[in-house]
Nanobody
């Protein structure tokens, strides 16, 4: 089992920044491929960003590329999502997830966090 705990969400004005963190426990973190997803009310879950187990490969959805950065610190068992130039359409519940196989565009995962709300006001 893997436990994932997100933090860092909140309310921010358009153009602002937030950094989400996801702390993992229960398995060897360096063996896990990590991803950030989001889901807004009435919308499908979307894969926002992904990073493979060693950090050498990353993926970004077209909607966030150039504004969001995913990174990981394996000794700290933590993955981050730096979100800059936030827009109202980025408002959603953001979830951290872990997968044994690197499938960056998939919306499925082996383990999920509880989510953290990000609200961007215009």
């Amino acid at each position: 089992q893997v436990q994932l705990v997100e933090s860092g969400g909140g309310l921010v004005q358009a153009g602002g920044s937030l950094r989400l963190s996801c702390a993992a426990s229960g398995r060897t973190f360096s063996n896990l491929n990590m991803g950030w997803f989001r889901q807004a009310p009435g919308k499908a879950r979307e894969s926002v960003a992904a990073i493979n187990e060693n950090g050498f490969s990353t993926y970004y959805a077209d909607s966030v590329r150039g504004r969001f950065t995913i990174s990981r610190d394996n000794p700290k068992n933590t993955v981050y999502l730096q979100m800059n130039s936030l827009k109202p359409e980025d408002t959603a519940n953001y979830y951290c997830a872990a997968r044994y196989v690197y499938m960056p565009q998939s919306t499925s995962a082996d383990y999920w966090g509880q989510g953290t709300q990000v609200t961007v006001s215009s």
